[in-house]
């Protein structure tokens, strides 16, 4: 059974950090490219960065450019997102999610990322 489940979310405040996870179970984590989206509300779903599965490159969207990186460990199965410098704006539920061409892509159920004084 595919799961992913996100975890590290919560309430800070401005300029303040958090650090998400996302442990993997249930298919060949290293084959996939991972991704972290971020959905809020009222507002359509949107990439927030990536990573490859195997050279490890990285992307992120121009808003967290800077401030957000993205890392995977394939010994646990498990993709990170290192958040600073939070903003109000970045204030979302944040997915993962595991792409492979010609495959399903998997979705985890989000963890809520608050940023308010």
């Known amino acids: 059974q595919v799961q992913l489940v996100e975890s590290g979310g919560g309430l800070v405040q401005p300029g303040g950090s958090l650090r998400l996870s996302c442990v993997a179970s249930?298919?060949?984590?290293?084959?996939?490219?991972m991704n972290w989206y971020r959905q809020a509300p009222g507002k359509e779903r949107e990439l927030v960065a990536a990573?490859?599965?195997?050279?490890?490159?990285?992307s992120y969207a121009v808003p967290v450019k800077g401030r957000f990186t993205i890392s995977r460990d394939n010994a646990k199965n498990t993709v990170y997102l290192q958040m600073n410098t939070l903003k109000p704006e970045d204030t979302a539920v944040y997915y993962c999610?595991?792409?492979?061409?010609?495959?399903?892509?998997?979705w985890g159920q989000g963890t809520q990322v608050t940023v308010s004084s």
């Open positions: 999610s595991a792409r492979l061409v010609n495959y399903p892509t998997y």
């Open positions: 249930g298919f060949t984590f290293s084959r996939y490219a």
């Open positions: 990573i490859s599965s195997l050279s490890g490159s990285t």
